[in-house]
């Protein structure tokens, strides 16, 4: 057993805005994953390692920029995936760090990463694991910007139109498995 917050401090001040934003944020996500680990026991998705991925999932915000939320970093927003992967690795957190790699959208395909020209390594970053697939649909009810609202699956499914078709088909399965 990990401690997310021990981790998170270590990159982030726990007085600062960002930190906030943060760790309310990851609890929002994290308790939405747990409602779908406890209404889908079938699933067999390990609960503790899914309640350490959700605090974890967006520690790269840091490295980007992102003045709405308080990122100064220099790196575009869409890369605080990978971003925090590289963190949570070098932690020896390899799970984990696959987690937050894949849950930006509803992962990024390689050829999504070709065709739109996305600023990040030439790899596939979907969720794999059923872990991982919770994490990244729960992550999709929720804002930085607002927090403590918790949009509906059709607003949720609105905001993932930029990713394309491919990304709202994989929501509309992940909806039809989790809810």
């Not at 943060?22 to 390692?49: M, Y």
């Not at 990024?108 to 990244?136: F, Y």
Request: aromatic share 8%.
């Amino acid at each position: 057993m990990i401690d997310p917050i021990a981790i998170i401090k270590k990159y982030y001040d726990e007085n600062s805005e960002l930190y906030h934003i943060l760790v309310t944020h990851s609890k929002e996500v994290t308790e939405k994953a747990l409602k779908i680990v406890d209404a889908h026991p079938e699933l067999g998705a390990d609960r503790q390692f899914v309640e350490e991925g959700a605090m974890l999932h967006d520690i790269g915000i840091f490295k980007t920029s992102a003045s709405g939320i308080s990122c100064d970093g220099d790196k575009p927003y869409i890369c605080h995936g990978y971003l925090g992967s590289e963190l949570l690795q070098a932690e020896g957190l390899p799970r984990h760090a696959l987690v937050a790699e894949r849950h930006t959208g509803t992962g990024l395909s390689l050829k999504q990463i070709i065709e739109q020209n996305l600023p990040v390594p030439h790899r596939d970053m979907r969720p794999v694991s059923i872990e991982e697939q919770i994490i990244c649909f729960a992550d999709k009810f929720f804002s930085k910007t607002h927090l403590g609202e918790e949009r509906d699956f059709e607003q949720a499914r609105r905001k993932l139109e930029k990713f394309g078709e491919e990304s709202l088909n994989q929501f509309d399965k992940w909806g039809k498995m989790f809810l």
